[in-house]
């Protein structure tokens, strides 16, 4: 089979500039005065630049008056401006060892900075070095700005969200080829972790084989299990690709003829799972869509086993804003991206779950997963 990835790392976003735009301006309006964002999810948003999370700070400091730059290790600073954050005209200043980082930084913040939002996975060392650093300012989470801009996807993310659904589809596809009586979880995790980047990602994010009574537990971890016939097989599992965007995709599978209970379960889960991704609309809130399937597994007597929320939003991460859960007043809107994963957990013997990523468009929703939701019988 043709390999379909090259060596390159994510690519950059067509519009990077006009999110550091748009963060800017969100940034006034919730009244901070910077954001101060370290790497991971929200720097690779920003800036396009994936950068490592070291010990020594890297951070991208946007103010609302002056100019944004990017502050990074001197050593590092060759890899940031051959990043796509190297393109976009913003100053990029190394630091040498001897330096303080954080005081660098605190000395270029307009005077007068009272409130600064730091990144919501900013390690705790170096929260509280800029938290000495600025003793006059309030820290306050960036998310509270971010995640009103990430979960929102423009046509090009949306794009993106759907290649990366098609890759992930096609390892479900090629499941057959793996997985069978006899062979262990370990050995078939393996197999579609290296099917993941062989069909179209740059990342193996995780993989999920739980068999038999495994099935049961949600977040099961690969274990030296030899699967059996009969057994039910819940395969969780995504990547990234290379445009930086995240897959997450659940199917279950038997190999062989499974319990009859377990064909009335599933026959329930896939009917609540059905109804949940076509009542997804604009207007309807996360928890009203959360009920939807919810409810329908309740009326068949499986409510007390379906122990998480419906989904969570995905992008630049696996899970980000909106989450499909009770409690949730959150009316979905046109651009929002989120799995649908309700699922059904008897403990000790076996488990369910089906998960589609769906996004949210002006008169509906649009399933981008498109393998087959029926219950997948293996020889």
């Known amino acids: 089979m043709q390999d379909r990835t090259d060596t390159a790392g994510p690519g950059p976003d067509p519009q990077p500039a006009d999110r550091l735009r748009a963060a800017r301006a969100a940034t006034a309006a919730a009244g901070l005065d910077a954001l101060l964002i370290s790497p991971g999810a929200d720097l690779r948003y920003l800036t396009g630049y994936d ?215 599933y026959e329930v889960l896939l009917r609540a799972q059905r109804a949940q991704t076509d009542a997804v609309r604009p207007g309807i809130t996360a928890e009203q869509l959360d009920a939807v399937g919810r409810d329908i597994i309740a009326d068949a007597g499986y409510g007390a086993y379906f122990v998480h929320r419906t989904g969570h939003g995905i992008g630049v991460e696996s899970h980000e804003e909106p989450y499909i859960v009770s409690g949730s007043r959150r009316p979905l809107e046109p651009g929002m991206a989120f799995s649908i994963e309700p699922g059904i957990y008897l403990p000790d013997r076996y488990g369910a779950r089906i998960e589609d990523i769906v996004l949210c468009t002006e008169d509906g929703g649009e399933r981008l997963n498109r393998t087959d939701r029926d219950l997948l019988v293996l020889p």
């Open 51 to 265: 950068a490592l999370p070291l010990e020594r700070l890297t951070c991208l400091v946007l103010p609302v008056e002056g100019d944004p730059f990017l502050l990074v290790p001197a050593l590092e600073k060759p890899a940031a401006q051959a990043s796509p954050a190297g393109g976009l005209g913003i100053e990029i200043t190394g630091w040498d060892e001897t330096d303080d980082p954080y005081a660098l930084v605190a000395a270029r913040l307009p005077a007068g900075t009272a409130r600064v939002g730091v990144d919501n996975h900013m390690w705790a060392e170096k929260t509280i070095a800029f938290r000495d650093a600025l003793p006059g300012a309030r820290q306050e989470l960036a998310g509270g700005v971010l995640n009103e801009l990430r979960m929102r996807k423009t046509p090009q993310e949306a794009a993106a969200l759907r290649e990366a659904g098609a890759a992930i589809d096609r390892v479900h596809a090629r499941m057959g080829e793996w997985l069978r009586a006899g062979r262990t979880e370990r050995e078939v995790g393996r197999d579609i972790a290296d099917a993941i980047v062989v069909e179209g990602h740059v990342r193996v994010d995780f993989v999920i084989v739980g068999s038999g009574p495994n099935s049961a537990s949600p977040h099961h971890e690969l274990s030296d299990r030899v699967i059996r016939p009969g057994d039910p097989v819940v395969v969780d599992i995504g990547g990234t690709t290379r445009q930086g965007y995240c897959s997450d995709s659940t199917r279950v599978y038997v190999v062989g003829e499974p319990p009859e209970e377990f064909r009335r379960l």
